[in-house]
C-alpha cells in the first residue's frame, strides 16, 4: 500500500489492498499475517517439532463443524498427539452424522411416561381439589327459590363487620364495637369494648347479656350490655403453652345460645395453635380440654370439633359424658386438610367447607359426605333446624360482581337453592362500592332460632334475611 499523495485525502478515502488468496488444496499454505505467539512455539517444541504449529480457526470456533461428505482427510485440523498428556473430551468426539436431529424424526417410547397417558386425576390433594371440588368459575349458579326471603337492613348506617353472637332474645354484631339488637329492633344499642377490630364473640351469662369478645390482636374481652366498662381477661392464658407475650388467634365454638333454640349450651376457647378451652362461669375460669392431635376447626351449633393427628382428620363430637370420632376420607378428607377448613353442625348433620371453594355436607354424623352443586367460593357457613329438618345456610361471594348468593342447603339431598342476593346495587354508589372493596363478601352467618331469620356481618355491616311471609 502506498503512501498518501494528497494531504488533504482521510485514511478513510484510501483503497484497502488484500493479499491475493491462493488455495492450496490443502491446510498446509503458510500463514503470513496471522502471528499465534510464543505460546504455540512452546508447544511445538514439546512433541518435537520445530515448526509453530499451524490451527485451523474453523475447526476451533465450530464453523466447520459440518463437513462435506469425500472432503479430503488433509481439512481435519490440527492433531492432538495422546503422547501430549491431552484427552479429548466426550463432547468433542467426531460426529458420524448418523444421529443428528436433522437425520430424521425421534421415536419416543411412551411407555416410559405412564402418567402422561394413565392419571385420572384421582391422586394428590391439588388435582383432587380442582376435579372433585372445583371452583367457582367452572360451576353454573344455584337457581333462585321459589319466593325468595327479603333482606331487612338496620336502620342506622352501620361500619364493616366480622363477628356474629345470638341468644334467645338478642343478636350482637362485632365490629370495634358491640352492636346489640334486641327482640325485633333494627337500630342497635352500641356498646364499646377496646376500640380494637374484633375477630369473634359469644354471649354467655344466666340470661346472656354478657358478651364475651376476642380482639384480631389476641386479647380477650367481658362486657355486660349494661356495664360501665370492659373488663380484659387474662386467666385463659394460664392454660397455653404459647410464650407469653404472643398473639393467639382466638374463637368460640360448641353449643352456643340461641343457634339451634337452646337458651345455653357448652361454650369453647379455641386457638388457632390447636388449643381448645372450656370457658366456665362467665370467662371467670378456663379448663383446658386434650386431645391426642391438633383442633383444627369447631362448629358453633355444637360441641363438634375437626382434629388432626398428621396427614390424618377425625370429626370429634364432645359432650360432659361421651365422646364419638368419625375418620375422614375422600373428599372430605381432602376439604379438612386445607388451612382453614369451614365447619358447621344442624343436628346428626354436618357441613365441611375449605374457605372459597366448595360445600360437603352428611346427614350422618360424617360418615358419608357429597359434594353441593354450585357452592364454590364458600365464605362462610351456619347450621339450623326448620320445621325439625337439619339445613345449613351458605354465603357463596361472586367476585367479578362483588355479590353474594345466599343458599340453603338440605344435606339429605346435597342439593341448594338461592333464596337471597346480597350485592352493592341499591345500598351504595359504585364509587363507594370500590374505595370500601368485597363490599358483599359476608364474614359470619347465625341463625337466629326465636325470630326465624338468618343474620349476615361483612363489609356491609349486617342485614338479616327471612321467609316474605315473615
Known amino acids: 500500500m502506498g503512501p498518501a499523495t494528497d494531504e488533504e485525502e482521510s485514511y478513510l478515502d484510501q483503497p484497502i489492498e488484500l493479499d491475493e488468496f491462493e488455495d492450496g488444496g490443502n491446510d498446509d499454505q503458510e500463514a503470513t499475517d496471522l502471528v499465534v505467539g510464543e505460546e504455540i512455539d512452546v508447544l511445538g517444541e514439546s512433541i518435537g517439532d520445530n515448526e509453530p504449529i499451524e490451527l485451523d480457526l474453523g475447526t476451533i470456533v465450530g464453523i466447520d463443524d459440518v463437513r462435506a461428505e469425500g472432503e479430503d482427510d488433509s481439512d481435519s485440523g490440527f492433531e492432538v498427539d495422546p503422547a501430549v498428556g491431552l484427552t479429548l473430551p466426550d463432547a468433542l468426539t467426531p460426529d458420524d452424522g448418523s444421529e443428528g436431529l436433522d437425520d430424521g424424526s425421534i421415536t419416543v417410547d411412551e411407555s416410559k411416561f405412564p402418567t402422561l397417558e394413565m392419571d385420572d386425576g384421582s391422586e394428590g390433594i391439588a388435582a383432587e381439589r380442582e376435579i372433585s371440588l372445583g371452583t367457582a368459575s367452572d360451576e353454573a349458579r344455584v337457581p333462585m327459590a321459589a319466593i325468595p326471603w327479603q333482606a331487612l337492613h338496620p336502620v342506622t ?95 368460640f365454638g360448641g353449643a352456643l345460645g340461641g343457634a339451634l333454640g337452646a337458651r345455653r349450651g357448652r361454650v369453647l376457647l379455641w386457638l388457632q395453635d390447636g388449643t381448645l378451652l372450656d370457658v366456665l362461669d362467665a370467662g371467670d375460669r378456663f379448663e383446658r380440654l386434650e386431645f391426642d392431635g391438633k383442633v383444627l376447626a369447631v362448629a358453633r351449633e355444637s360441641a363438634t370439633v375437626l382434629l388432626g393427628r398428621g396427614r390424618t382428620r377425625t370429626l370429634l363430637t364432645l359432650d360432659r359424658d361421651a365422646s364419638s370420632s368419625v375418620p375422614l376420607s375422600g373428599p372430605a378428607l ?29 346427614p350422618d354424623a360424617g360418615k358419608t359426605f357429597r359434594r353441593v352443586a354450585g357452592s364454590a367460593n364458600t365464605t ?31 344435606p339429605e339431598r346435597a342439593e341448594a337453592e ?43 355491616g349486617v342485614v338479616s334475611f327471612g321467609p316474605s311471609a315473615a
Open 157 to 251: 348506617a352501620l361500619e364493616p363487620c366480622g363477628a356474629l353472637a345470638v341468644s334467645a332474645d338478642a343478636v350482637v354484631a362485632g365490629s370495634s364495637d358491640l352492636l346489640w339488637f334486641r327482640s325485633d329492633s333494627a337500630k342497635p344499642l352500641r356498646v364499646a369494648v377496646d376500640g380494637s377490630a374484633l375477630s369473634d364473640l359469644v354471649l354467655v351469662g344466666a340470661d346472656q347479656d354478657i358478651a364475651l369478645a376476642s380482639t384480631k390482636s389476641g386479647q380477650l374481652f367481658r362486657r355486660a350490655r349494661f356495664a360501665s366498662q370492659a373488663e380484659q381477661l387474662t386467666r385463659f392464658r394460664e392454660q397455653l403453652r404459647s410464650p407469653q407475650g404472643s398473639r393467639p388467634q382466638l374463637a
Open 380 to 410: 362462610s357457613i351456619a347450621g339450623a333446624l326448620l320445621g325439625g329438618s337439619a339445613r345449613f345456610f351458605a354465603a357463596v361471594y361472586r367476585e367479578t360482581s362483588d355479590q353474594s348468593d345466599i343458599l340453603l342447603i338440605d
Open 334 to 362: 381432602t376439604v379438612a386438610q386445607s388451612a382453614a377448613p369451614l365447619l358447621a353442625s344442624a343436628g346428626s348433620s354436618l357441613a365441611l367447607g375449605e374457605h372459597g371453594r366448595a360445600l360437603l355436607v352428611s
Open 418 to 460: 338461592c333464596i337471597a342476593h346480597l350485592d352493592v346495587a341499591g345500598e351504595h354508589s359504585p364509587s363507594d362500592a370500590i374505595e370500601r372493596g368485597e363490599w358483599a363478601k359476608v364474614s359470619c352467618l347465625s341463625w337466629h332460632a326465636p325470630s326465624g331469620r338468618l343474620w349476615a356481618a361483612g363489609g356491609f
